[in-house]
């Protein structure tokens, strides 16, 4: 059983760690830079309070772990990994045994602010939230271990099409902005959704919570910058969806301001619900020029992320160090009064520069894993 | 003619493939070469999918570096192993690809009927089998009015029935003045293709035969 475990925790342990570092290491920035020890215990006593609160964190948790499931389900499905499905010949016992260890490795994190909250919850007399918890967590590692041992039961099952999409499929044709919107809501709903919430989120804080009668522009400057490279995964996201799964783009006779059209399409309608929230709420004594000049920024940022991956080949790490260092001259930038527009103009002109020098020369390494 | 000069293909320094120098004509040349001696890396190329070193030019100019897009509009490039985003239909691909290489509907539909695609042309990728997403890819590399067609391991997960297709295809492509590069571990010669040339890659250099 040791051997398997042990196998098995290089196929989905050590690989989800390795690919979710940025997103471990974007947790671990807010829950510990921002907060001290006094206020972490101060939020998890309100969480245990009341069963109602504690649905908050139970709510992360079921995300979490459903994130858990789709990349089990995604790690399945690589060629170099069938021979993982060999396990059904092993007695279910030891099976189930260690496959519950692998969820319980994936869970960690989960596990231990669950045994966080269950201390203060004790500490508190909370009794009935330490069951809430207790319950919610033994759930959750039941549920994921029974889907993937039902996974690994039925292996390459038959791919299914809903009739929804089948009837779309039959009736409308697809333009390539479409493509990568399709491809990241199905693939990997999960950086879709989280990069969503959280520039909403910032938004929706720099428009009502900050809302004065002299609203400074600034402000919202600051929350364009933001809230806008959180998508910034998106834009990598769509950088390997390029040049892994549609890699005959490259050969297809397209001039580069047509491939940068399609690209500020897709990244228009990617950021949607930002530009609604935006222009639905935008502060009534700002000059409609400023609307537009943070729409502008908005897609310049976007922009310079992505043609910033064509310069050489860079992992998401990387990637995120030049995020960071853009979002921070930003800051910098609009907190001296420069003007969005002008940063927009900066952005969309050195972006297309990159462009133009290094579309045709770049080379993609693709990961071993990566063709399936 | 195709002239390719000077060409060589590094990865991360270390070199792959080169060639001094080849002149193609419209027809077929057969490339062959063990696995993992470069044909793959030397079509990509080609293609204009991998950056390499030397001069591809057609005999009117047209070079691979100066003019990208006039010569992306001649050379189509059909992969040993496509992969296409699985939710995309072949009717999605077609379109798409067809429109970029100024395919005709006509052409677009007579290639789909050529290939039998029509019984999965509207259905996702990500139903198809291996031999279905073959057929696909050769449909999308016959697509335009291409001067050279790059055909990767063709014959690969095609039934017999197919290949016979695809051979009578390449045919009468080559009557339009077309030159064809294939690479193929299954034996072309006793097929019903003219064959009027074959390099072998050896040694990291590809030679004549």
New interface residues.
Partial sequence: MKTITSILTKVFVVEFYQHNASFFLLIGGLCFGFMSGVEHKALAQYFVSSPLLLTIPISCWTVYTWKVILFNRNVLQLHQNEFVFHLSLIKISSRALSIFVVIAEQLLPILMYATFLIIMALGGGMYSSVVYIVISIVALLILSTVILIRELNNPNQE???SWL??YF??HF????YQ?FV??IS?KDLTTLIGSKSFSCLILYAVLFLYKTDNYDARLLGLGVSIAFSANASLAFQFHQ?EN?????L??????LWKRLFYYTATFILLCLPEFSLLIRNFPSNLHFSTLLSSILFSISLLLIYYTLLYRHHIDMEKHMRFVFFIVMGSVIAILFSVPMGLLAGIYLITGIYLFRKYY????FIAPVHS?? | MLTIKNFAKRYNGVLIVSLTEMRLLPGVYWIKGENGSGKTSFFKSLAGLLPHDGEITFDDSINLKSHPIEYRMRVNYGEAEPLYPGFLTAKDLIHFIGKAKGATSEQQNSLVKHFGIESFYTKACETYSSGMIKKLSLALAFLGNPKVIILDEPLITLDEQTRGLLFQLIQATVAKNVIFLISSHQLIENSTLEIIGTYKISNKEILAV
């Fill in positions: 791919k299914r099409v999409k089948a499929d039959n044709k697809k333009t390539f493509f399709e491809w199905r969806f892994i799964h549609f890699f005959i490259r050969n297809l006779p397209l001039r045709y020369n770049f080379e063709r399936k």
